[in-house]
T-cell receptor, first 113, second 114 residues
Framework: GENVEQHPSTLSVQEGDSAVIKCTYS??????FPWYKQELGKGPQLIID?????GEKKDQRIAVTLNKTAKHFSLHITETQPEDSAVYFC????????????FGTGTRLQVTL | NAGVTQTPKFRVLKTGQSMTLLCAQD?????MYWYRQDPGMGLRLIHY???????AKGEVPDGYNVSRLKKQNFLLGLESAAPSQTSVYFC?????????????FGPGTRLLVL
């Protein structure tokens, strides 16, 4: 089955700096890659996703890049703010329908003032 | 529009006891999922359903059963709870065929098995 590795497990940045979280996947059939943000005591919430026919996608301060050849994808957050502090999860779906997502182990991002 | 709701929010069980976790969604989604979240392990799929009356096993189905008698509800059962089932359980739903593959998650149920 699919295996998704995520790094780093914790990340601390100063407000205004950029944060990068990286994931690798093993199944070359995966073609849907969402990123979820989980705030304390809440369920995960989708923040951005990308399909394998696209190399990069951007939404305001958040961007995701995908290198299908190397089987890795990354989340980039620019101009970080305290409210960006949360746990971020990457995921991959080999079916392309998000019916069976495999999640990474999560990155705890702390944005300090 | 409440989205995905889960009942209860928190529960303590003794080893061997049984319980049912309820998930309800009001978005008319076809697919529903049950995940467990453990420290350092991300979310792992327990069971899922692609429609009313259907269920399928996920990555970690042992010790759990599910039922989808109504489209809006997905129940997760523990027949004989074990300490290894101490976890936070999340329900999610979506309709992939609609063009939006986003899975919408509930707030979670925290379960402690003593």
């Amino acid at each position: 089955g699919e295996n998704v590795e995520q790094h780093p497990s914790t990340l601390s940045v100063q407000e205004g700096d950029s944060a990068v979280i990286k994931c690798t996947y093993s199944d070359s059939a995966s073609n849907y890659f969402p990123w979820y943000k989980q705030e304390l005591g809440k369920g995960p919430q989708l923040i951005i996703d990308i399909r394998s026919n696209v190399g990069e996608k951007k939404d305001q301060r958040i961007a995701v890049t995908l290198n299908k050849t190397a089987k890795h994808f990354s989340l980039h957050i620019t101009e970080t703010q305290p409210e960006d502090s949360a746990v971020y999860f990457c995921a991959a779906s080999p079916t392309g329908t998000a019916s069976k997502l495999t999640f990474g182990t999560g990155t705890r991002l702390q944005v300090t003032l | 529009n409440a989205g995905v709701t889960q009942t209860p929010k928190f529960r303590v069980l003794k080893t061997g006891q049984s319980m049912t976790l309820l998930c309800a969604q009001d978005m008319n989604h076809e697919y529903m999922y049950w995940y467990r979240q453990d420290p350092g392990m991300g979310l792992r799929l327990i069971h899922y359903s692609v429609g009313e009356g259907t269920t399928a096993k996920g990555e970690v189905p042992d010790g759990y059963n599910v039922s989808r008698l109504k489209k809006q509800n997905f129940l997760l059962g523990l027949e004989s709870a074990a300490p290894s089932q101490t976890s936070v359980y999340f329900c999610a739903s979506n309709t992939p065929a609609s063009g939006s593959e986003t899975q919408y998650f509930g707030p979670g149920t925290r379960l402690l098995v003593l």
